[in-house]
Each structure stands twice: as structure tokens, then as C-alpha cells.
């Protein structure tokens, strides 16, 4: 399975309390691509991932998904329409008190029948698909353990395996990295530069450093006040752009 | 190293020190007029506690020997007629000729005289106790006495001031003299009081978990309606939200007690009042730690389980529940344990359980039997503050 391509048109957002936080915002993103969002924080990265999969219901503009426009799907459909789509957050957003397997499986509940899933029942072989997950990030041995005790990046590598479960064809990933500490931070990384490169997937990913952006992106959209001020290849980004998106006093950290 | 010398300070602005302001001496003898006036109105009275220690000895004695433990007992009684009205014959009620006997030297007799008894064939070097037996069958008590090693024992009694029976019959007579010797004999067993008590811990606990359970159930659904990130979205929810907060603090303020003497008044003495009583403290104390717990759920879990495209029960299921079932497990455990603390005193007011009878105990000044009450009370409490401390730490 190939991944899905992406277009966003004339997208524009804004919150009840009047905050524009994306401003006509348009771009097409190709199968397999690994495109990393970089932008000031409040630039509207978070706005843009969660209106891609309409956590957050656009104010107007399109969005197509394998060129299906999910600003016009109604709710069930777009449900159904999630399954295909991962999402890796800051914060990892696991369920603490539950087991590292239950957060795995969890990713699964949208392909399973409703009533067994609520009595904690999964099948065997998607018990099997989740240990198979959790080995492709590293910590099989992981699974019985409550996901609070487990190192940021471990959490975030369940975040990974808990997407994988979707059979994903896009992953958005709202600054995977940015709780944790830089060598942990390629760690992770290149887990999704391996879904990406092996498995096809369409990755959309915000980073904080630009060095990072350059390293796995191989396209790069900057966002600023809500408005999408760059896009083109990571090499392209010099000084002047640099400043550009940052503003002028920004100076350019080297995160290795 | 030379120490710093501190730069000499302009003395025009030395303030007062501080106890010798004004603030600090309004402050003290404020704090003077309230506690003068605290001591006064609570009549604190310290004399008092040195001078009552007479009265609370025999309770403090007895709490350490509490009635928990006794032996069968057997009872040796004969009987003898008697009068007190030389115009009437009394009755004859003769023993077995084989077992004990009791004799005087005469069974007509009259008020005030010294009369000796002497009984023989009763159980050796026992104990025992003389009383007057009035014709409606009232025993006073009129003497006690020491058998021998052969059984026989002696003693001089005088006629107490009876009921003489009914104007019409014939008075004076139908009188008796009773003798009784009881020992115990056979395997300690549990005690009467025990027995009683044990039964009202029971009731005690169950009171409280009746009174807890029917909480829990009405706490869950009102405590959704009282959790502000739930409710209060809009006008309308804004206003239940208000509501249920305003009747789970004010409910909440109001001591079980006081709500167990309302119920007893509603529903009558007993321990179903005990249990309205706790259960509607409880509503309102569990339905606001609830309200709370469900306030502070981190709403990350939500987001990630309904990107995965699961329905919105199944994010309830795996986001929530999970996020706030087991505090809830906790704080119900914890409210239970409580609850057992507060049915004992429950009981005081008359909404059942053991202080029902730890209350009459002391009133009948039976400090044995109230030392049983108190210690079982202590060892049960104990024994679910342990328990429900462990459980709290496994589920959370
Ligand atoms: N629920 C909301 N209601 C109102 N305003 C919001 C809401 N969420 C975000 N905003 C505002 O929208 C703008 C964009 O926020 P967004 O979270 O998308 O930025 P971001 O680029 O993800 O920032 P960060 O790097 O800090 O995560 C900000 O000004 C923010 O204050
Ligand atoms: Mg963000």
C-alpha cells in the first residue's frame, strides 16, 4: 500500500474567540513525501495537522485526501476516514494508567466491532499485530508495563506503534520530538523516516529546529501568523529565509 | 577577610521596633479579647478535670478488662415460705428432700426482725446470695453467705419492708426466702455482650456500605452534571452546573449526624435512617471529588484515541474510564471507610448500629460491657483504615 497524497486549498481558521490562526493556506503534498512544517510557536502548526483529520472543523477551504474532500465527509465517514490517518503527538498522549499494549491495541478500535471492544476484548491475531509493532520500535518487552513508567522516548515510540496499528497511509506528527532530548529525538525520528521510506507513508511533521527539518524533511513548509510563507527544499533555506520566518533576531541553534 | 561593616543608617528614620507598634499591639490585644472570650463562653474549668476523676475511673478501669469471654453458669436455688402476718399461714414450697436444704426457726416472722438461716448440702466452699422474694416474685437481695466444706453455711438476715400483695387476699403471706449459689463451670465462650456487639459491628459496617453504595450510584451521574468542562458549555448547562455544585457544597456542610436525627424523625428509629443519613452526606462529598477528578482529565488521551477514528463510546471507554475509574475507586474506598467511623456514632441519635448500644451501656453505667463496644469499634475501624489504605495504593 502506497501512501496518500495531500492538498490543502485556501484553508483558513478561525477560533470562536476571534484568533485567525491559519490565513488561506494551500499546498499539495505527493505520495511518500516527508514534508516538515517549521514556524514560530502559535504560527498554527497544531491548527493545521488537527484540521487535516477535522479535530479541529476548518472555518473554510478544502482539504483532499487521495482527492476525496474531507471538508465536505459527514462525521461516521470521516470516522472511517481517520483509521487511515495517524497522529503522533508532543505530549505522546497515551493513556497512563493503561498498559503499554492496551495504548497499542487502541489504535486498532476503529476497525473493530464496537461492543467487543468495550469489554476490553481484542482478538488474537490483533494481540499479535501490536507485539509485532511494538517490536518495530524497540520495546516488545515493554508491553505489560503501565505506560507512565515508561522514558519520554519510549512513550513516544508506543505514540509510533499505536499509529502503526491504523495500517496508516499519512501520519501527521505534531512536534514528536519536542519533549525530549536530542539524541532520543533522532531516535524517534528516524522510526519515522523508516515508516516513510520502507512502508511509503505520508509524513507531515512539525519540528522545532531547523536543523532536524533539514535532516528528514524532504520538502519544508514554513507557517507564520497563520499564513504559509515558504515552501521548497531544505537546502533552499539560507539566512535571509532564515530571518524571514523566525524574525530578525532569531539565531539558528545546531541540534546534532 | 575583613567582615563587612553594615553602612551606618540615617537615624532620622528609625522605625519603632516591631513589637512596640501599633499594628503588633492592636494585633495582641485583639487576640486577648478573643481567647478571654473563648474561655469564658466554653466555661473552661480545669479543676474540674482533677475532681472528676473519681467518676471516670471505674470507665477507664473497666475499659482494659471489656466483657468478651464466660463460662456457663449453674444455679443452686431452694426456696421457703415465709410470712410476715402472724394471722396467716405461709405457703409450703419444700425442696427434694435430696437436695439442698435451707431452715429457720420459724417461717412466720414480721418486719425488722433478725431471723437466722441456716442451709446445708449446697455446693462446697461456694458463694452465694440470700434474697426476699415478695408474692408478685420481686427477689430483693437481704444477705450473702460462704458454704463450707460440707456445703452448710450460716448467716443472719434482716426481713426487709416488702410488698405485702393485694389489699383483698390474705396479706403478709406467700412471702419466700430464697437461696442461690451459681458457679461457672465449662469452657470459656464468647460472651452475651460480645456476641451482641459483634452483631452490631456488623450491622455497623454494612450500614455503612448500604449508605455508600446508594451514594455512589446517585454521586456518578450528578457529579457529570457538576463537572465544569463537561456541563458548562453553554447557558442552560451553565446554570445545572451551578446547581449541582451549590447542592453538593451545601449538602456536604450539613454533619451526618444532624441528618441522621431528620431521617430518624422521617423513617423512625433504626439503622435504615443511618443509612439515608450517610448516603446523602456521601452524595455530595464523593459527587464533588468526582466532579473534580473528571474536571482535571487530560484531555490529550481523548484527542489521540478519537484520531485513531474510534466511535465515541470506545473513546469514553479507553480515554476516560481509565482516566477516572480508578481515583473514583479510591475516594469511594476512602468514603467507606469513613462512613464505618461515622455509623458508629450514628447510633448515638438513634440511626442504629453499635452506638445504639454503646450509648445504653454507658447510660446503665455497664462499663464492662461499653469497654467491649469501644474496643470492637477501635479494632474495626483499624482494621478498614488498613485495608482500604492498601487498596487505594494498588488502584491508583
Ligand atoms: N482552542 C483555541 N481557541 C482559541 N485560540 C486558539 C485555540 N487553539 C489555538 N489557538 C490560537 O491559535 C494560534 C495557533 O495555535 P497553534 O497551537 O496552532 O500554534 P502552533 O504553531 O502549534 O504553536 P506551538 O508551536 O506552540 O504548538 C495561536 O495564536 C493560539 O493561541
Ligand atoms: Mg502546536
Redesign the interface.
Known amino acids: 500500500m502506497k501512501g496518500a497524497s495531500l492538498k490543502v486549498e485556501h484553508l483558513s481558521k478561525i477560533y470562536p474567540d476571534g484568533t485567525v490562526a491559519l490565513r488561506d493556506v494551500s499546498f499539495e503534498v505527493a505520495p511518500g513525501q516527508f514534508v516538515v512544517i517549521i514556524g514560530l510557536s502559535g504560527s498554527g502548526k497544531s491548527t493545521l495537522m488537527r484540521c487535516i ?1 477535522r ?1 479541529i472543523e476548518p472555518t473554510s477551504g478544502k482539504v483532499y485526501i487521495d482527492d476525496i474532500d474531507i471538508t465536505a465527509l459527514s462525521v461516521a465517514e470521516m ?5 487511515s ?3 503522533i ?1 508532543q ?8 498498559s503499554v499494549l ?1 495504548n497499542v491495541l ?6 473493530l466491532p ?1 461492543w467487543w ?2 469489554i ?1 476484548h481484542f482478538p488474537r491475531d490483533e494481540v499479535d499485530r501490536a507485539m509485532a509493532n511494538l517490536r518495530r520500535v524497540g520495546i516488545p518487552e515493554k508491553a505489560r508495563t503501565r505506560a507512565d513508567q515508561l522514558s519520554g522516548g519510549q512513550q513516544q515510540r508506543v ?1 509510533i506503534a ?2 502503526l ?2 495500517e496508516p497511509r499519512l501520519i501527521l506528527a505534531d512536534e514528536p520530538v519536542a519533549s525530549l532530548d536530542p539524541a532520543t529525538s533522532h531516535s524517534v525520528l528516524r522510526y519515522l523516516e523508516e515508516l516513510n521510506k520502507k512502508d511509503g507513508i505520508t509524513v507531515l511533521c512539525a519540528l522545532h529546529f531547523l536543523s532536524l527539518a533539514r535532516r528528514y524533511g524532504s520538502r519544508i513548509l514554513a507557517l507564520k501568523a497563520g499564513q504559509l510563507v515558504y515552501q521548497g527544499v531544505p537546502a533552499d533555506i539560507d539566512e535571509r529565509r532564515f530571518k524571514e520566518i523566525y524574525g530578525e533576531d532569531a539565531v539558528e541553534v545546531e541540534i546534532t | 577577610m575583613t567582615p563587612e561593616v553594615a553602612p551606618a543608617r540615617a537615624t532620622v528614620l528609625q522605625p519603632r521596633p516591631w513589637f512596640a507598634s501599633t499594628k503588633f499591639l492592636l494585633l495582641v490585644f485583639g487576640l486577648l479579647a478573643v481567647y478571654a472570650y473563648g474561655w469564658r463562653v466554653t466555661k473552661i474549668d480545669l479543676p474540674e478535670l482533677l475532681k472528676g476523676t473519681k467518676f471516670v475511673r471505674p470507665f477507664v478501669v473497666d475499659l482494659v478488662r471489656p466483657d468478651v469471654v464466660s463460662r456457663d453458669v449453674q444455679i443452686q436455688e431452694v426456696q421457703l415460705g415465709m410470712s410476715v402476718n402472724a394471722a396467716v399461714a405461709p405457703e409450703d414450697v419444700a425442696p427434694p428432700a435430696s437436695g439442698p436444704q435451707l431452715s429457720v426457726p420459724t417461717r412466720v416472722t414480721a418486719v425488722g426482725a433478725q431471723l437466722q438461716v441456716t442451709g446445708r448440702g449446697f455446693r462446697p466452699n461456694g458463694s452465694g446470695t440470700l434474697f426476699w422474694v415478695n408474692p408478685i416474685g420481686n427477689p430483693q437481695q437481704v444477705g450473702t453467705f460462704h458454704t463450707d466444706a460440707t456445703g452448710a453455711f450460716a448467716v443472719t438476715i434482716t426481713v426487709p419492708e416488702v410488698f405485702r400483695g393485694p389489699e383483698s387476699g390474705p396479706r403478709g403471706a406467700q412471702q419466700r426466702l430464697l437461696a442461690r449459689v451459681t458457679w461457672e463451670t465449662g469452657p470459656l465462650r464468647p460472651s452475651k455482650t460480645l456476641l451482641l456487639v459483634g452483631e452490631k459491628i456488623i450491622e455497623t459496617v454494612f450500614l455503612a456500605l448500604m449508605g455508600t453504595t446508594i451514594a455512589i450510584v446517585a454521586a456518578i451521574p450528578l457529579s457529570f452534571l457538576g463537572a465544569k468542562n463537561l456541563t458548562a458549555k453553554n447557558p442552560l448547562g451553565t446554570t445545572i452546573y451551578f446547581f449541582t455544585r451549590t447542592f453538593f457544597n451545601v449538602t456536604r456542610s450539613i454533619e451526618p449526624l444532624i441528618l441522621a436525627i431528620v431521617f430518624t424523625v422521617w423513617v423512625g428509629l433504626g439503622p435504615f435512617a443511618g443509612v439515608l443519613a450517610l448516603a446523602l452526606h456521601s452524595v455530595a462529598v464523593l459527587g464533588k471529588l468526582y466532579s473534580e477528578q473528571i474536571e482535571s482529565i ?1 484531555p ?2 481523548i ?9 465515541p ?2 473513546v469514553v ?3 476516560v474510564v ?2 477516572i475509574v ?1 481515583p473514583f475507586i479510591a475516594f469511594t474506598i476512602y468514603r467507606w471507610d469513613t462512613n464505618v467511623r461515622m455509623s458508629t456514632v450514628i447510633g448515638f441519635v438513634g440511626g442504629g448500629g453499635v452506638g445504639f448500644i454503646l450509648q445504653q451501656y454507658i447510660n446503665l453505667l455497664q462499663y464492662r460491657q461499653a469497654a467491649t463496644a469501644v474496643w470492637a469499634i477501635t479494632l474495626v475501624v483499624a482494621a478498614l483504615d488498613y485495608l482500604s489504605a492498601v487498596v487505594r495504593e494498588r488502584v491508583v
Open positions: 483529520n479535530l470516522r472511517r476516514l481517520r483509521r490517518i495517524g497522529m503527538f505530549q505522546f498522549n497515551l493513556v497512563k494508567r493503561s492496551t487502541s489504535g486498532r478500535l476503529g476497525y464496537p471492544s468495550l476490553n505514540g499505536r499509529a496499528m491504523q | 487530560d490529550g488521551p484527542e489521540a484515541i478519537a484520531a485513531t477514528g474510534a466511535s463510546l470506545q471507554r479507553y480515554a481509565p482516566q480508578p
